[in-house]
């Protein structure tokens, strides 16, 4: 009995040190995108970084800052349902709903052909988190979409192609020389000419 109870003081104060190891330095206080102000919550750590730590904790912060009002939003939306990726992969056969191109299973994230989950009607217009509100899409297809707008098939594909090609700069960087594999895979996805 007595070792129980040491093994759990012991747990409590490597818990409470871990706990202390990750208390956030800075967090927003307000502001805007591009804009944001940031409150200091721990001097002495905050001292203690270097610029490009600081640079770390500020845009981990923004993240944290984001995700809680997504998920806030998400929550105001209605109902949610629980699924994952595969699971609606294996609903709308690998196909991405933007591009109508193959999504294929080996891709992980940050992989711009890697499978992630796009909502039709998106989060902050009050769309649900619900199965019929979710479909699969591609990373770069989900967020380009996001980003600059709905295009039509053909267009999304090349647009996927040439950032496997040439990377986050687009077809501008041109000093960049795609290996094999990625032509390969590029050639896959401007190949399919089928807008289902």
């Not at 923004?62 to 699971?87: F, S």
């Not at 053909?154 to 094999?180: F, M, N, S, T, W």
């Amino acid at each position: 009995m007595r070792c129980m109870s040491e093994q759990r003081t012991r747990t409590a104060q490597e818990g409470g040190r871990r706990s202390e190891r990750r208390r956030h330095v800075v967090e927003v206080s307000g502001g805007r995108p591009g804009q944001w102000t940031f409150d200091v919550l721990d001097q002495d750590r905050w001292s203690s970084l270097t610029e490009e730590e600081r640079k770390a904790e500020r845009h981990r912060a923004v993240k944290r800052r984001q995700n809680r009002r997504r998920a806030q939003r998400i929550r105001e939306n209605g109902p949610r349902d629980v699924y994952t990726p595969v699971q609606i992969g294996d609903r709308d056969g690998w196909r991405c709903v933007i591009c109508h191109s193959a999504v294929s299973r080996a891709f992980t994230s940050p992989h711009p052909c890697s499978p992630t989950v796009h909502h039709v009607i998106e989060v902050m217009a009050g769309g649900t988190d619900t199965l019929d509100n979710v479909a699969l899409a591609h990373r770069f297809c989900n967020s380009d979409s996001y980003t600059w707008g709905q295009k039509t098939p053909a267009e999304a594909r090349q647009r996927l192609a040439d950032r496997v090609l040439y990377g986050k700069h687009g077809p501008g960087r041109r000093d960049r020389v795609p290996d094999a594999d990625a032509v390969a895979l590029a050639d896959e996805i401007t190949g399919r000419l089928d807008d289902c």
